[in-house]
């Protein structure tokens, strides 16, 4: 059974470093209750040493967090489906699997859009529907 909750908030930030984007239910995280990606521009060789040159996400604390590790990440004007691997599924004891449905305007909605389409370039398992 995924972890479904709706985000009040959605963030997207252009970062010195790269890309920042999160949906949450309240603005400092504190709940709990949040999706958080960050990519950045480029990754430097200590980033692939370290196994940190992939997209980094989070859900809902820093225990539930992977570089890499995503199945799928659909958007859709209403919400997010992202699909974790088995790896990171036995880690969150569950099916790896959050759904967070979110309501914004269009200007924030085209911000969004080009700010995924950037996080996940070239790479297959993104979509929009």
């Known amino acids: 059974m995924p972890i479904e909750f709706d985000a009040k908030y959605v963030h997207v930030s252009k970062e010195a470093w790269g890309w920042l984007v999160t949906w949450s239910v309240d603005e400092n995280l504190a709940a709990e209750r949040y999706v958080m990606l960050q990519a950045a521009d480029k990754y430097s060789a200590e980033d ?58 269009d200007e924030a909605w085209g911000k969004l859009q080009r700010a995924l389409e950037q996080v996940f370039a070239g790479r297959g398992y993104y979509s929009e529907a």
Request: hydrophobic share 40%.
């Open 48 to 105: 692939a040493r370290l196994g940190m040159d992939d997209i980094y996400i989070e859900c809902c604390n820093q225990g539930w967090s992977w570089y890499g590790h995503i199945q799928a990440f659909k958007l859709s004007r209403t919400h997010i489906d992202v699909q974790l691997d088995h790896e990171a599924a036995g880690r969150m004891r569950s099916d790896g699997r959050f759904v967070v449905g979110f309501s914004i305007d």
